[in-house]
């Protein structure tokens, strides 16, 4: 069963950046994704990360302003976030994508099939 | 930007009860549409994938159906644990998720 352990909760002023972290138990085959949810609202995907880190697409509504990475030494993934306003307050979710995987090769299947716990970030002056 | 719509919003039923969510997609997502379960304070959870394909360790009295732009996820006699938010997701076009079913107790 993977288990995937989010960084504490932020709290940051508008126009900051913040980067939080997720890390995994088992083995760094997968895909990642990050999705969010704003207070009381539902669920947005931001963007992949493929398995070795060296490709990540993002949500167009995110570009130039997100970064996913990934260690694979520590099987940690980042989602850092610049230029913060009071409409990125939300609860920050790294999941597991349903990766099918061959002996050699991993592919996205664009599911989630486990989740961190979440990480809260308020963005507030 | 494939949209998915939920129904009902908010659906009040009884432990016991038949469950039937609907989810329809603004254009024809094949199969690939997934459901999840959202408790309070919790992440969401998987429960099905593909369509119809439950995921690991959930209850065999969830089922997912449908193809196209028009799907289901039927709970066919609810437990109290049961009551919670639930969202559909596609991944036919990016990903793109519904805005929720509320399942509340009668």
């Known amino acids: 069963q993977e288990q995937l352990v989010q960084s504490g909760a932020e709290v940051k002023k508008p126009g900051a950046s913040v980067k939080i972290s997720c890390k995994a138990s088992?083995?760094?085959?997968?895909?990642m994704h990050w999705v969010r949810q704003a207070p009381g609202e539902g669920l947005e995907w931001m963007g992949i990360i493929n398995p070795s880190g060296t490709t990540a697409n993002y949500v167009q509504k995110f570009q130039g302003r997100v970064t996913m990475t990934r260690d694979t030494s520590t099987s940690t993934v980042y989602l850092e976030l610049n230029s913060l306003t009071p409409e990125d307050t939300a609860m920050y979710y790294c999941?597991?994508?349903?990766?099918?995987?061959?002996?050699?090769?991993?592919?996205?299947?664009?599911?989630?099939?486990?989740w961190g716990q979440g990480t809260l970030v308020t963005v507030s002056s | 930007e494939i949209v998915l719509t939920q129904s009902p919003a908010t659906l009040s039923l009884s432990p016991g009860e038949r469950a039937t969510l609907s989810c329809r997609a603004s254009?024809?997502?094949?199969?690939?549409l997934a459901w999840y379960q959202q408790r309070p304070g919790q992440a969401p959870r998987l429960l099905i994938y593909h369509t119809s394909n439950r995921a690991t360790g959930i209850p065999a009295r969830f089922s997912g159906g449908g193809s196209g732009t028009d799907f289901t996820l039927t709970i066919s006699s609810l437990e109290p644990e049961d009551f919670a938010i639930y969202y559909c997701?596609?991944?036919?076009?990016?990903?793109?998720f519904g805005q929720g079913t509320r399942l509340e107790i009668k």
């Open positions: 088992g083995h760094t085959r997968y895909f």
């Open positions: 997701q596609q991944r036919s076009n990016w990903i793109t």
């Open positions: 254009e024809s997502i094949s199969s690939y």
């Open positions: 999941a597991r994508d349903g990766s099918y995987c061959s002996s050699s090769n991993c592919y996205a299947a664009y599911f989630f099939d486990y």
